[in-house]
């Protein structure tokens, strides 16, 4: 697969779309939540883990909330709504100094997940509409030059 990450502009919120239906469908909801764990515990082992709760209870528990909101943008169960109301993604990433640098290090950590669940049959296309879904939202949420 040949995962690219767009060039981000400092305050350009390109148009999201969402990741096509199918993909949760492929993956399943316990096959996100694993995937989100991935992605948080890679996170620990890498240089933007600053930005992160530092205690092991808060950083379990952003896994699930993080799980929850990516079950209900993949066109499951409204899970993120119910346990943590309006999704607010920019407002609720406004605490964290986001810059383009750390957004590129965030993405590239899902590219080796992305691979992995393409060898065990998840299909490139909707991985590719997962993956573009996390490469143009993901610039929204830079805040910091
Ligand atoms: C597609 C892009 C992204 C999505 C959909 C997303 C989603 C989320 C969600 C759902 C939460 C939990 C919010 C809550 O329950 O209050 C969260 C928290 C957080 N996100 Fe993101 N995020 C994205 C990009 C990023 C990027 C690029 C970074 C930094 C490099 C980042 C850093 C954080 C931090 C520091 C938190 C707070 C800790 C936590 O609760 O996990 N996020 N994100």
């Known amino acids: 697969m040949n995962l690219e990450t767009s060039y981000a502009a400092f305050g350009v919120k390109p148009p999201v779309t969402k990741p096509i239906p199918e993909f949760l469908l492929e993956v399943g909801e316990e096959g996100l ?29 952003a896994k699930v909330n993080s799980a929850d909101f990516f079950i209900q943008i993949c066109g499951g169960p409204a899970h993120f709504n119910t346990n943590r ?41 909707s991985l590719y509409s997962f993956w573009n879904y996390l490469d143009i939202f993901s610039i929204w949420m830079i805040n910091t030059k």
């Open 85 to 125: 109301g309006a999704p607010r993604m920019i407002g609720r990433h406004a605490p964290f100094a986001i810059d383009a640098k750390a957004r590129e290090r965030w993405l590239e950590l899902y590219k080796p997940l992305l691979e992995e669940l393409n060898e065990q049959g998840v299909t490139e296309t």
């Open 33 to 61: 939540r694993e995937l989100i764990s991935k992605h948080y515990d890679a996170i620990k082992q890498s240089d933007i883990y600053l930005l992160f709760p530092q205690d092991d209870a808060e950083f379990a528990q």
